[in-house]
């Protein structure tokens, strides 16, 4: 899975919108397998109008994401916001400003509202793990 940084210029380096949509869903194809018993109501993501499911897992002081969905352009954005929070401890995930970062991939303008909506919903999810986190050991 290449680096947040590096997928965005990549993305940046293609002018065509189908070229774009191509490479998001490359990039979801880069995903580890997602493990079956994660595949529940307790890691599933709600708000998407596809299946999306996120597992986020404490491993030291960061956080490591698994996810998948059973949309590829979808799996792809999971991709993308693994890409941008793995590795992350909870303060710094919290510090990420999700629509600053995204916003140079122009998805605003080039998603249906719904993956949109679900893509927001994902962000969300993952913060709000970090916030729980946080909030635990204080």
């Avoid at 065509?16 to 949509?21: A, G, I, P, Q, V």
């Avoid at 996120?54 to 954005?77: C, M, P, Q, T, Y």
């Amino acid at each position: 899975m290449p680096d947040f940084a590096d997928i965005r210029a990549d993305f940046e380096f293609l002018d065509e919108w189908d070229d774009r949509y191509k490479y998001i869903i490359d990039l979801g194809r880069t995903l580890a397998p997602y493990p079956e018993e994660y595949r529940d109501d307790l890691h599933k993501v709600r708000g998407c109008a596809s299946q999306v499911w996120l597992h986020i897992a404490r491993e030291g002081d960061v956080f490591n994401l698994a996810g998948d969905s059973d949309a590829h352009i979808v799996k792809g954005l999971v991709a993308l916001l693994i890409a941008l929070y793995s590795g992350k401890t909870p303060q710094e995930i919290i510090a990420i400003d999700a629509d600053t970062e995204l916003a140079a991939f122009d998805l605003k303008d080039h998603l249906t509202p719904q993956r949109s909506n679900g893509l927001a919903s994902m962000v969300k999810r993952i913060r709000a793990a970090a916030a729980e986190e946080t909030a635990a050991n204080k």
